[in-house]
């Protein structure tokens, strides 16, 4: 075993150096940049930095917007691709199709999606126009507050047919046999699904469910590709704040800002491990 193990560091050398060399060394000597001031001396200013950051109101404005978003899109990214992924699962063989087209969007070009997305919630799109032939009023999606409900839904679509692929994975190694008698019992779909579905697949849920929570972080990308880099200010998020310190060569900004954010996710996902725990032991 000792052998086998010696024969496969030497490939996985290169990409723990990768590793290494573009993320752990980066994450940690960034530590320096957000406690110094940034001038040509670059004097230690201690958490002067983090002080500064958190009483901006953009900072504030942006980690408001991205905590919104991501309670938003997060949940709905998790139920959303559990309920279809359970239904795919019961369509044996009939949803092979369905299975197999749930990954195109999230391999679709950004560039592609996003001019569909434009045509589609534009003034005169198909959008507002199914809207006025339901005898509603035409909607300035583009812009403002409305400009959120594109965007989640742009973010759903993209992101759902992969949280969806890994639940079918952890779905097909569930016993049928277990349906078969819940079915016998007069057990409805709904009920198999909570009360069989979901508590055999407690491990993968919760991969899952941190994969929706990294992925609702970086939602940046679609409010980028739609709201530009300064958006609405119901758009505005924490990655729109860091993107523009950088670009005006802030380091200090963009370094402090990213810390704290980083303490607030570490937080969060030590919170979701910790509840993963409490659920595993419950159901043993």
Request: glycine share 8%; net charge positive; proline share 5%.
């Amino acid at each position: 075993m000792y052998q086998k193990k010696r024969l496969v560091l030497p490939f996985l050398l290169p990409g723990l150096a990768g590793l290494l060399m573009f993320y752990v060394v980066p994450f940690f000597g960034g530590i320096w940049y957000s406690l110094t001031d940034g001038s040509f001396e670059n004097a230690f200013v201690g958490f002067q930095n983090y002080i500064n950051v958190w009483q901006n109101p953009m900072f504030q404005l942006g980690l408001k917007n991205t905590m919104e978003l991501s309670l938003i899109c997060a949940p709905s990214l998790f139920l959303l691709s559990f309920v279809l992924s359970v239904a795919l699962n019961r369509l044996r063989p009939e949803g092979a199709f369905f299975r197999s087209s749930v990954l195109l969007p999230y391999l679709m070009p950004s560039s592609a999606v996003l001019i569909i997305w434009l045509l589609w919630f534009d003034y005169g799109g198909p959008v507002n126009r199914i809207l006025v032939a339901l005898g509603g009023g035409r909607t300035f999606w583009l812009q403002g507050a409305e400009l959120r409900i594109p965007v989640v839904l742009l973010f759903l679509w993209k992101n759902l047919g992969f949280c969806v692929v890994i639940f079918l994975a952890a779905l097909q190694a569930i016993p049928e046999a277990l349906y078969e008698y819940a079915t016998l019992e007069g057990a409805s779909f709904s009920r198999q699904a909570f009360s069989i579905t979901l508590p055999m697949i407690v491990p993968s849920a919760f991969l899952v469910f941190i994969l929706c929570w990294v992925n609702a972080f970086r939602i940046f990308k679609e409010v980028y590709f739609i709201g530009g880099a300064y958006p609405d200010e119901p758009l505005y998020t924490l990655q729109n704040y860091m993107n523009n310190m950088y670009v005006k060569l802030n380091y200090q900004n963009v370094t402090t800002a990213a810390y704290i954010f980083a303490v607030i996710v570490f937080a969060l996902f030590g919170l979701l491990f910790w509840m993963q725990q409490r659920a595993q032991r419950g159901l043993v």
